[in-house]
């Protein structure tokens, strides 16, 4: 039987925990973590503005962004392969597409984001 879709179950908890473990877990030949470029105001890259993904970034940014279309390649990108190019920004072996280690990640992103407004499908660079 179905319990009340509003509880908030452990397992979501675990993901939510695992989730926030990986983004900061350091590792790869920079001895990066998402942390290193989304965890501080005003960090850029490249002339580009990194959002801080460790608290809500606001309407329309990081998990109330995607997926999105991408001007720069001109695909239609998923949650998962934003985070996956992450891990290559990070010279980090990719997590398997759909896997925990990715829907944590996302659940991370998720609760963080909570209250903001979703522009998804966006228009990203
Ligand atoms: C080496 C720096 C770097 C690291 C490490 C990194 N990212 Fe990113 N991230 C970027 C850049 C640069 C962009 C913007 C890409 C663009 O717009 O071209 C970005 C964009 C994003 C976005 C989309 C934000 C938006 O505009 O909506 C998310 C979500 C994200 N990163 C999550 C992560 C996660 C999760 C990790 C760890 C697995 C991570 N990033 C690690 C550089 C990094």
Known sequence: M???????HQSQKTFYEVG????FQRGGPHDFSC????????????LQD???????????VGFAAWPA???????MWSMQLRLN???R???????????DATVALS?????????????APAIKR
């Open 2 to 8: 179905l319990g009340n879709p509003l509880e908030i």
């Open 20 to 23: 926030k473990r990986l983004f």
């Open 35 to 46: 942390a290193s470029c989304h965890g501080e105001e005003g960090k850029r890259i490249r």
């Open 50 to 60: 990194l959002p801080i993904l460790t608290k809500n970034p606001g309407d329309g």
């Open 69 to 75: 279309y991408r001007v720069s390649n001109g695909q």
């Open 85 to 87: 190019d992450c891990y």
């Open 89 to 99: 920004q990070q010279r980090f072996p990719y997590p398997g597409f759909a896997s």
């Open 107 to 119: 659940t991370y992103l998720g609760v963080n984001a909570k209250g903001s407004a979703s522009v």
